[in-house]
T-cell receptor
């Protein structure tokens, strides 16, 4: 029973920004938002995480709303290699049972 | 990439036989996890370890046991494999106090016939 809601699938044109939404209306004050992706049959790959401030790294940006009930992962210039299932997860930093839901299947098209 | 090696990568076995999957890390991380991934269920936690000889159950632990005699190795054992345990098994590691930031291995595809 994942605590997040994501659209099952999205498409994005190559070179454009991919904006993946996630709703987490029951998030607690000590819970972070984590994003992972899984390319084909590989192991999931950590992308980024945040608590309440927006975050950016070499892979993506994470925008968290002020009320923390939703967030958006942004891939600024999507490539074909970004085609994957993207998982949004919430959990405390000492949570040892991170629940992965179904995620969003992002397809980047030429 | 984090130094995580899972072995074997693929295994086919028969119902009722014991199976052991190995996860080896070179990062000296305290926490190690075993997940299984099945269509329609996503990733589910089987067991995890928070130190040598310290383990705990996850969401779907029935039919599985684990052992961690060294920091670098975390073993998952199916004492008597069943067809319902056909799955892809992923090992993950995390640093202490970084429970949500997991690094995953490449997975083991297990088929129980």
């Amino acid at each position: 029973d994942a605590k997040t809601t994501q659209p099952p699938s999205m498409d994005c044109a190559e070179g454009r920004a991919a904006n993946l939404p996630c709703n987490h209306s029951t998030i607690s004050g000590n819970e972070y938002v984590y994003w992972y992706r899984q390319i084909h049959s590989q192991g999931p790959q950590y992308i980024i995480h945040g608590l309440k401030n927006n975050e950016t790294n070499e892979m993506a940006s994470l925008i968290i709303t002020e009320d923390r009930k939703s967030s958006t992962l942004i891939l600024p210039h999507a490539t074909l290699r970004d085609t994957a299932v993207y998982y949004c997860i919430v959990g405390a930093v000492n949570n040892n049972d991170m629940r992965f839901g179904a995620g969003t299947r992002l397809t980047v098209k030429p | 990439d984090a130094g995580i090696t899972q072995s074997p990568r693929h295994k086919v076995t028969e119902t009722g036989t014991p199976v052991t999957l190995r996860c080896h890390q070179t990062e000296n991380h305290r926490y190690m996890y075993w997940y299984r991934q099945d269509p329609g269920h996503g990733l589910r936690l089987i067991h995890y370890s928070y130190g040598v000889k310290d383990t705990d159950k996850g969401e779907v632990s029935d039919g599985y046991s684990v052992s961690r005699s060294k920091t670098e190795d975390f073993l998952l054992t199916l004492e008597s494999a069943t067809s319902s345990q056909t799955s892809v098994y992923f090992c993950a590691i995390s640093e202490e106090d970084r429970g949500g930031k997991l690094f995953f291995g490449s997975g083991t595809q297990l088929s129980v016939l």
